[in-house]
């Protein structure tokens, strides 16, 4: 049956792509799991950030060595994948290199030639980050929350895009025909002799391997983000066009709350005054987070697209001075606890049933959250404006205002505040007493 490659390749391309779609779905049902908010506002600044850091990588070159290591690996693989599209052509219709058909022979060979010094770069990028992540050990990769699955995903990368690459520069080296143009080999005619002593059905044999090989590699790639911290591929353009845009360290008010406030301070506020536009009505049924389902859907979003890198941690003053809070933990355990509310409902055919777990306490201790001192250094760290901060709020507010458990200190203070308009524990007229001495 000449049709029988063709046909494989079809069904396995279908299965791929299809399994693909589905994690996709699945992926979009439990970030539609968090609360819905309106983010409408300043839209030429949201696509603005998405293209500086999203596709400009902007913030990943702020520390130089692994940031330029990034876009390159970033630039060479999207790039290099362009001739996937060749290879799906030719897959379906049984043809063999379709673009030396359409395109002329010194354009075909000039992108030819082009994947292939991106691929050598990418194959000294990734071999660099792997040294650096299991030779060099930088402390950030080895921090107590990197335990067995995400320490390991990070090294799975990197093979599958050295394998990847490797079979990409084999293919090319080992077709004969693609050879014999002289024409965008600039890196596989080094590797042609490796193979020259080799006969014609063993060249086409290894070529048809790595060319089968390198197609499926990539649909397993494709399927594999859905269980990886690389879903950040797919997610930053989203998660950054989404981004926070208030001013740096400005925390989200409830407007219930700050209404309540302000007709306790100003008995002329009107109770029924219209709330700002963007800003809730309604008393909200809890106060802050116990649980993802609390969160907003880009917080969720926001634990998709984290890339595991510790940068947020690395610069957080709370874990630099051995305290337990680890921003890159709390994102972690977000998603972590995502996904088990996720695989819940697909067991209860699509009803979530109340497992006795939740976010705080299950996942992230009281101790965490409270050792956070709120300086913004992880929300700024982030290459993908990731906002762990957020979260953090979002569960102190709801220890404080749904079970009364703030810290001692902290109740001190905000009785001090309810009962003498300030912090400290004097009463407003004995506040200048201390110039008399």
Not at 123 to 151: G, H, Q
Not at 232 to 261: C, D, Q, R, S
């Amino acid at each position: 049956m000449p049709y029988l490659p063709n046909i494989l390749f079809t069904i396995i391309l279908c299965i791929g792509i299809g399994f693909f779609i589905k994690n996709v779905k699945k992926l979009i049902r439990n970030i539609k799991l968090g609360r819905d908010i309106n983010i409408s506002d300043n839209k030429p600044q949201r696509w603005k950030n998405m293209a500086m850091i999203a596709l400009g990588q902007s913030k990943m070159v702020r520390r130089p060595v692994s940031g330029l290591l990034h876009v390159v690996v970033y630039i060479g693989f999207i790039i290099i994948n362009i001739e996937v599209l060749e290879i799906i052509i030719d897959g379906i219709f049984g043809t063999h290199r379709i673009g030396l058909s359409v395109l002329p022979t010194s354009i075909y060979g000039f992108l030819i030639g082009s994947f292939e010094v991106l691929a050598v770069f990418v194959l000294i990028a990734v071999t660099i980050f792997w040294i650096r992540r299991n030779i060099l050990k930088i402390a950030r990769f080895w921090k107590s929350e990197m335990t067995s699955w995400p320490k390991n995903d990070g090294n799975f990368i990197l093979y599958f895009e050295m394998v990847l690459m490797s079979l990409f520069l084999i293919m090319n080296a080992t077709d004969s025909h693609f050879q014999s143009i002289n024409s965008g080999n600039i890196i596989s005619q080094f590797i042609t002799p490796f193979f020259s002593s080799l006969p014609e059905t063993t060249l086409h044999f290894i070529e048809r391997t790595a060319w089968w090989i390198h197609i499926i590699g990539i649909l397993v790639f494709l399927n594999y983000l859905y269980f990886s911290k690389h879903l950040h591929i797919l997610l930053a353009f989203p998660n950054t066009f989404y981004g926070k845009l208030t001013p740096k360290g400005k925390f989200n008010n409830l407007e219930a709350v700050t209404k309540e406030v302000k007709m306790m301070m100003d008995p002329n506020v009107d109770p029924f005054a219209t709330p700002a536009e963007g800003t809730e009505n309604e008393i909200p049924a809890k106060f802050g987070a116990s649980d993802v389902q609390d969160l907003s859907w880009v917080q969720l979003l926001n634990a998709y697209t984290c890339t595991e890198c510790g940068r947020c941690t690395s610069e957080c003053p709370a874990n630099l001075t051995g305290k337990k809070l680890s921003p890159r933990k709390i994102m972690m355990d977000t998603r972590d606890r995502l996904e088990e509310v996720g695989k819940n409902i697909d067991t209860n055919h699509g009803e979530f049933k109340e497992d006795g777990k939740q976010l705080l306490d299950d996942y992230i201790t009281r101790e965490e959250l409270w050792a956070c001192t709120s300086c913004n250094a992880c929300v700024e760290a982030c290459p993908v404006s990731i906002d762990p901060l957020s979260i953090i709020l979002e569960m102190r507010r709801y220890l404080v205002m749904e079970q009364s458990a703030a810290p001692t200190e902290l109740n001190n203070m905000m009785s001090n505040i309810e009962n003498n308009g300030a912090p400290w524990p004097y009463n407003q007229m004995d506040r200048l007493n201390w110039k008399n001495d």
